[in-house]
Structures are given as C-alpha cells and as structure tokens.
C-alpha cells in the first residue's frame, strides 16, 4: 500500500531465552503471539492509533556471534482501518507507537501466555533449568522478569513499499550466517565477520575464529522443530481475510489496485508485474539474460574412516 511502514523488534530477555532453547514450539509460538497482539492491541488504543492494523512477523533467533538470541522483527503498515471500518487512520509522520507502551504489553502479554503453557503442562525444563519444573519456582521465577525492562525496538520507518520488498525479501528466508560472512576454514577452525552492536564506531566491525566444532554447535542452536512457521501474518494481513481487507483499505486510500497475476505464468512473469522490473536484465550491465542449464551437482564424497 501506499502508506509508510514501520519496523518493529521483540526481544526475549536471556531468563527467557535459556527456558525458550529448551521449548522452541511453545515459546517461539508465544512469542509469536504476545508481539503481534501488543502492536494491535496498542494500535486499537484510540490515545495512540485507534486503527486495526496489520503485521508481517518474522522469527530470527540469532545474533551476530550466533549464540541463541530470539527476536520477532515486524513490519507494519504506518496506519489502519478505523475500528468501524469506515475510514483510513494514519499515523503521525515518522511515528508509529510510543515504544514503552509496547514493551510493557509485550512483557505482560509474554508472560500470561507463558504461565498458561506451564500450567498446561506444555513446558519441560533440562539441566541448569531443572528446578523451574516446580511451580513455587517457576512463579518466582516470572515474578523477577516482571520487574525489568523488556527490549522492543523501532527502527526508523522504511522509505516506501519498494524498500519493504527489498527487506522481505533479503531476511524473510535467511539462516543463521549468510556465506558472505564466512572467511576461511583452516585447520580445523572457522573465521567470520561480525557486527559488535554495542560499538557504534568502526570497531564493531570483528572477525570471531571458533572450532569448527563449536561453530556447527552454534549454527544448529536455530534449527527449528519440524514443520514450525517462522514468518507469520496477523491483523489486516492475516491470510483467513487478507484480500477483502486491502481492498478495503485501498480502496479508503484510492490507491490503484494491483495487477492480476496469471496463474499460468512463471516466477519471472510475476516479479516482473508485481515490481516492473525483469529478471532477465542483468543489474550490473543492463544485457540479456539467457538460461543456460542448470549446474550439475556433484555427488557427496565422505572420507574413509575405517
């Protein structure tokens, strides 16, 4: 849609973090739904929006030196439906929701759902954690993280709906480390570029070498159970009424309507018609583009250890 969107991040404290690594389906799941509830439930709030809105929610559960580090980044249109779904309610310029209200709804929200899956029976706890099996514990436990700030960031709002693509498009499917962040592989040890956050100059620009044993161990700490969704829509986006509800909404903004995608067309011919650009003009030299064939795999060769 025509509208500003904004950029919006949950992060889980380290006390959840640990009970998270041992019950990814239930807490990414709450995690899930404790962010995206916050944001509507604040965004219906007539003191701060009054709008039904919607989200894109993408689950990353790593930072830059992979330890385990779950996070949901949003991404939210910069307005909504009136509650009455008669007109289009647009943010103030540049802002969207104050980021304190979020965090402590947030907080709130996180920590009902999650008591809720203790007394389910939905939560096992391993080693280290052990002792929150016992609920006097596990309540001491939540009580303490009641009284600390919860992180959710805003980043500052996307440029337009083309920077939003470029976005999904780049960290929608992305893993723990990207190839390009990799240096070099040499006796037995593994060398990647990272970003130290907590710098703000050029210094946070490091190099980290780790055993390749431990950077195996590190990158599959995000894999994901079987079959879990890691990118979610909510709200004005959800998929149950997601076409009726932007036609709505465009048509409040009088914004065009988009193309009507061929069914019978490839990948090419739909990106071409969504963004008006081709993937057969290279992007570096403006020549043609012809598909060659594919690149034959080679069959895997495994040392022989007898």
């Given at each position: 849609m025509p509208v500003p969107y904004f950029h919006v991040v949950f992060t889980l404290p380290a006390q959840i973090a640990e009970i998270a690594f041992q019950n990814k389906a239930a807490v990414y799941t709450i995690l899930f739904k404790a962010a995206s509830e916050a944001l509507r439930v604040a965004a219906a709030d007539p003191r701060h929006l009054g709008a039904a809105i919607g989200v894109v929610a993408v689950l990353h559960t790593w930072g830059q030196n992979l330890h385990h580090h779950p996070h949901i980044h949003c991404v939210v249109p910069g307005g909504?439906?009136?509650?009455?779904?008669?007109?289009?309610?647009?943010?103030?310029?540049?802002?969207?929701?104050p980021v304190r209200v979020l965090s402590r709804l947030f907080r709130r929200l996180f920590l009902e759902r999650l008591q809720d899956a203790f007394?389910?029976?939905?939560?096992?706890?391993?080693?280290?954690?052990?002792?929150?099996?016992?609920?006097?514990?596990?309540?001491t436990h939540l009580t303490k993280l009641k009284r600390i700030e919860w992180v959710v960031y805003a980043k500052p709002p996307f440029g337009g709906p083309e920077q939003v693509l470029a976005y999904l498009g780049r960290y929608t499917h992305r893993v723990?480390?990207?190839?390009?962040?990799?240096?070099?592989?040499?006796?037995?040890?593994?060398s990647f570029r990272w970003k130290d956050y907590r710098h703000h100059d050029k210094s946070k620009?490091?190099?980290?070498?780790?055993?390749?044993?431990?950077?195996?161990?590190?990158?599959?700490?995000?894999?994901?159970?079987?079959?879990?969704?890691?990118?979610?829509?909510?709200?004005?986006?959800?998929?149950?009424?997601?076409?009726a509800k932007l036609a709505r909404c465009r048509l409040l903004l009088a914004a065009p309507t988009p193309p009507t995608l061929d069914p019978t067309a490839d990948y090419r011919q739909h990106y071409q018609c969504l963004t008006g650009r081709s993937l057969d003009i290279c992007p570096g030299c403006g020549g043609a583009m012809a598909s060659l064939g594919p690149i034959p795999r080679k069959a895997p060769t495994w040392p022989d250890t007898s």
């Amino acid at each position: 849609m025509p509208v500003p969107y904004f950029h919006v991040v949950f992060t889980l404290p380290a006390q959840i973090a640990e009970i998270a690594f041992q019950n990814k389906a239930a807490v990414y799941t709450i995690l899930f739904k404790a962010a995206s509830e916050a944001l509507r439930v604040a965004a219906a709030d007539p003191r701060h929006l009054g709008a039904a809105i919607g989200v894109v929610a993408v689950l990353h559960t790593w930072g830059q030196n992979l330890h385990h580090h779950p996070h949901i980044h949003c991404v939210v249109p910069g307005g909504g439906l009136s509650l009455d779904g008669q007109r289009w309610v647009a943010c103030r310029p540049g802002f969207f929701l104050p980021v304190r209200v979020l965090s402590r709804l947030f907080r709130r929200l996180f920590l009902e759902r999650l008591q809720d899956a203790f007394d389910a029976g939905q939560l096992h706890f391993f080693s280290d954690l052990a002792s929150l099996a016992d609920p006097t514990a596990f309540s001491t436990h939540l009580t303490k993280l009641k009284r600390i700030e919860w992180v959710v960031y805003a980043k500052p709002p996307f440029g337009g709906p083309e920077q939003v693509l470029a976005y999904l498009g780049r960290y929608t499917h992305r893993v723990a480390i990207a190839n390009s962040r990799l240096v070099s592989l040499d006796q037995g040890k593994v060398s990647f570029r990272w970003k130290d956050y907590r710098h703000h100059d050029k210094s946070k620009h490091k190099h980290m070498t780790l055993s390749a044993d431990e950077f195996i161990r590190r990158f599959l700490l995000h894999a994901l159970p079987d079959g879990f969704h890691r990118i979610r829509h909510y709200g004005l986006l959800a998929n149950g009424h997601r076409v009726a509800k932007l036609a709505r909404c465009r048509l409040l903004l009088a914004a065009p309507t988009p193309p009507t995608l061929d069914p019978t067309a490839d990948y090419r011919q739909h990106y071409q018609c969504l963004t008006g650009r081709s993937l057969d003009i290279c992007p570096g030299c403006g020549g043609a583009m012809a598909s060659l064939g594919p690149i034959p795999r080679k069959a895997p060769t495994w040392p022989d250890t007898s």
